[in-house]
């Protein structure tokens, strides 16, 4: 299965934006899937986004990654507490996959955006509605955000989208998913500056 996929990729890739693996560590995206695919994702310039559910620390050179709160505990072997941790936290995720931006999930806060360039934001979640399933919310941000990053935003920008939409997604019961015509809607009902806190001095 390993070379039927790497192929599937090597034909696919060259007319591709973005790569997105989503791995949930049930053995399908092997090491060797993994190098693969990142490698020729970066032949052809394309921006890699990666959900990873237990191993994060094995995409090194990926473009963004996008762990929650356990899963960033698992990777470091912590959890963060506050703010400042957090922030140093993604910081460390940064320095050791050599990527551009570290988006942190959490759930009910929202999620924290942490660039290279040691900028971070802190994106709170939609206003809470008496409906909330996270079934796919994770789901709905990494793809999100890989569309964004394909269609030429910026992290920031594909954040922003990414938040939105998990904040869509979990006001419905069970797996779901929302359309551009929502997404738009919750755009235009929103002006993003005043929902963006900026979290670095």
């Known amino acids: 299965m390993e070379w039927q996929i790497l192929e599937k990729l090597t034909l696919l890739l060259p007319n591709a934006d973005a790569l997105l693996i989503s791995d949930y560590g049930l053995g399908v995206v092997t090491e ?16 890699v986004a990666v959900d990873s559910r237990y191993n994060v620390l094995s995409y090194r050179g990926a473009s963004v990654v996008t762990p929650n709160l356990e899963e960033v505990a698992g990777a470091l072997g912590r959890e963060p507490k506050t703010e400042e941790e957090l922030i140093c936290a993604g910081g460390e995720l940064l320095a050791a996959l050599a990527c551009q931006a570290v988006i942190i999930t959490r759930g009910e806060d929202g999620m924290t955006l ?43 920008e594909g954040a922003v989208l990414a938040n939105m939409a998990a904040g869509l997604v979990v006001r419905k019961l069970g797996t779901a998913t929302i359309t551009p015509s929502e997404l738009e809607e919750a755009l235009l009902e929103q002006v993003p500056q005043e929902e963006l806190k900026f979290a670095s001095n």
């Open 32 to 47: 060797g899937i993994r190098e693969g695919a990142m490698a020729l994702a970066h032949k052809h310039q394309l921006p």
């Open 114 to 156: 942490i660039l290279e360039d040691g900028r971070s934001w802190h994106l709170p979640a939609q206003k809470p509605t008496q409906v909330y399933d996270v079934t796919g919310a994770g789901d709905t941000v990494i793809g999100v955000l890989a569309l964004s990053l394909a269609a030429g935003s910026s992290f920031l």
